[in-house]
C-alpha cells in the first residue's frame, strides 16, 4: 500500500520544482535575463553609496541630492521611452538601455567630481526608467493574459532571488572596506547589464516586433488621457509607500524607538524575502481579472494599515513584546505587497491596450518612482517625529483609503479602448 506513494514521490518533487520555474522557452530566458540583472541590482544597493562616499570622496548630502535630482528628473523620461518600445520593439529597446547602463555604470567607476558624477547618474537612472518601461512591455508579448500575471510574479520572485545573491556576494567586500574592492564591484555591476541582455537574442521575433499601424493608431499621448489607468497608477502609487516603510522607516525605527534586538531589522528582511518567494505566485492567481486584482489592491490597504497598526504599538516597548510585534508587523506588511505586487501585475497589463505597452507600463512605472521620491520625507515627518504613534496609524489610514479606491477607479472610470491588433505573424 505505501510503495506506490514512495514511487510518486520524485514525480511530485519534479511537478513542484516545475511549478516554481517559468515555462520553458521565452519566459523562462527572460528570467535568466531577469536574474542576472537584479543580481547587479543587489551588488549596487548594498555598496553604491560606499562607492561613492569613500572612493569618489562626495559628501553624503552630495550624494543624496544629486540622487533625489536625477531620480526627479528621470521620471520624465519614461513614457516617451516606453513609446520608443512600442514603436521599434521592446527587445531592441530594453537592449539599447542595457548598453546605456553597461556604458554609465563602467563610467561611474571613473568618476571622481560631483558633476560627473550627477551627469552619469541622471543619464543611467533615465535608462533604467526606459529600461523598466520596455520590460514591461516585454512581457505583454512574451504572454497574454493569465500568463502574464504568472510570468510577472515568477519574475518578482526571480528580483528577491537576485537581489538576495548580489546582497550577500557584497557582504566580503564591505567586510574588507577597501578601494580596489569597491571598484572590483562596480564594474561587476556594470557587466551585469550586458549579462542580461545575452538571453534576449534566443526570444523569437514575432514575440518581439514592434506593433503594426494598426496597433498604434491611438498612441501618442492616449495613456495621458486613460482617466482609469491614470486613477490606478497614482492609487497603487500611495500603496506603493510600503516599500520605504520595510528600507527606510525599519531601520530607523527598531534602532532609535523600540528595546528590541538590532539584529532584527535583518530578521524583518529575511521574514519578507522568505514569504516573497514562497508565496508570490499564489497571491497572482486570478489577478488578470480587473475587478479581482482591484480587490487585491484593497486587501493590500488593510493590511498594511494593520501591519501600521502594529508599529505604532511598538514605540519604548520592552524588548521580547517589542520583537513579537515586530515580527507580526514584517508579516502583515509582507502580506501587503504580496497583494499589492498581484493587483498591479494583474491591472497595469488588463487596462493597457494591446500594442501600447510600452508608454503604459512607462506611465504606471512613474507612480511608484515619485512614491519613492517623496516618501523618506513624507515617512520621517509622519512616523519618526514628535508623534511617531499618531503618524503610523495615519500612514495606515492612507494605505486603507488608497485601498478601498481601486475597485470603484476599475469599475466606474472609464478608458480609452484600443484598436484590435491584428494576429501574430
Known amino acids: 500500500m505505501t510503495a506506490p506513494a514512495r514511487t510518486d514521490r520524485p514525480s511530485r518533487a519534479r511537478a513542484l520544482v516545475g511549478a516554481s520555474l517559468p515555462a520553458p522557452g521565452e519566459p523562462r530566458l527572460l528570467a535568466v535575463s531577469w536574474l542576472v540583472k537584479t543580481v547587479g541590482s543587489g551588488l549596487y544597493l548594498t555598496t553604491s553609496t560606499l562607492f561613492f562616499t569613500r572612493v569618489v570622496g562626495l559628501p553624503v548630502h552630495q550624494v ?45 567607476a571613473l568618476a571622481r ?25 516585454l512581457v505583454a508579448t512574451v504572454g497574454e493574459g493569465a500568463e502574464r500575471v504568472r510570468l510577472r510574479a515568477h519574475l518578482r520572485v526571480v528580483t528577491n532571488v537576485g537581489i538576495t545573491i548580489g546582497a550577500a556576494a557584497s557582504a566580503l567586500v564591505i567586510q574588507a572596506d577597501t578601494e580596489a574592492g569597491y571598484m572590483a564591484l562596480l564594474w561587476c555591476t556594470a557587466l551585469t547589464y550586458p549579462g542580461a541582455a545575452v538571453p534576449l537574442w534566443w526570444l523569437r521575433t514575432a514575440g518581439t516586433r514592434p506593433a503594426g499601424k494598426a496597433e498604434r493608431a491611438g498612441s501618442g499621448r492616449q495613456v495621458l488621457r486613460d482617466r482609469r489607468y491614470t486613477a490606478v497608477t497614482f492609487i497603487c502609487g500611495v500603496l506603493s509607500l510600503q516599500a520605504q516603510v520595510l528600507s527606510f522607516a525599519v531601520p530607523l525605527w ?125 515617512i520621517a515627518l509622519l512616523c519618526l517625529g514628535s508623534h511617531p504613534a499618531e503618524g503610523w496609524l495615519v500612514l495606515g489610514a492612507v494605505f486603507a483609503a488608497a485601498g478601498a479606491t481601486a475597485p470603484l477607479a476599475v469599475r466606474y472610470l472609464g478608458g480609452p479602448r484600443a484598436v484590435s491588433p491584428g494576429p501574430r505573424p
Request: one cysteine or more; proline letters at 5%.
Open 254 to 378: 527598531v534602532l532609535r524607538h523600540t528595546e528590541a534586538p538590532p539584529v532584527l531589522v535583518s530578521g524583518i528582511v529575511a521574514v519578507n524575502t522568505v514569504m516573497v518567494i514562497c508565496l508570490q505566485i499564489r497571491f497572482s492567481r486570478g489577478a488578470e481579472d480587473d475587478g479581482r486584482a482591484a480587490r487585491m489592491c484593497r486587501n493590500a490597504g488593510l493590511a498594511l494599515f494593520a501591519a501600521c497598526a502594529l508599529m505604532a504599538f511598538t514605540g519604548g516597548m520592552p524588548g521580547p513584546p517589542a520583537t513579537v510585534l515586530l515580527l507580526l508587523f514584517a508579516v502583515a506588511l509582507t502580506f501587503g505587497e504580496l497583494w499589492l505586487s498581484a493587483g498591479t501585475f494583474g491591472l497595469s497589463f488588463s487596462l493597457a491596450p494591446e500594442g501600447m505597452h510600452g508608454q503604459y507600463q512607462g506611465f504606471f512605472s512613474l507612480g511608484r518612482g515619485a512614491a519613492n521620491a517623496v516618501a523618506p520625507s513624507l
Open 113 to 137: 567630481s560631483f558633476p560627473a558624477f550627477l551627469a552619469l547618474i541622471l543619464v543611467f537612472l533615465l535608462a533604467e526608467q526606459g529600461s523598466t518601461a520596455a520590460r514591461g512591455a
Open 64 to 108: 543624496a541630492s544629486g540622487l533625489t535630482a536625477a531620480g526627479i528628473v528621470a521620471l520624465a523620461g519614461a513614457v516617451p521611452l516606453g513609446g520608443l518600445a512600442d514603436r521599434f520593439g521592446p527587445r531592441r529597446i530594453y537592449t539599447v538601455l542595457l548598453g546605456v547602463q553597461f556604458a554609465t555604470m563602467a563610467a561611474l
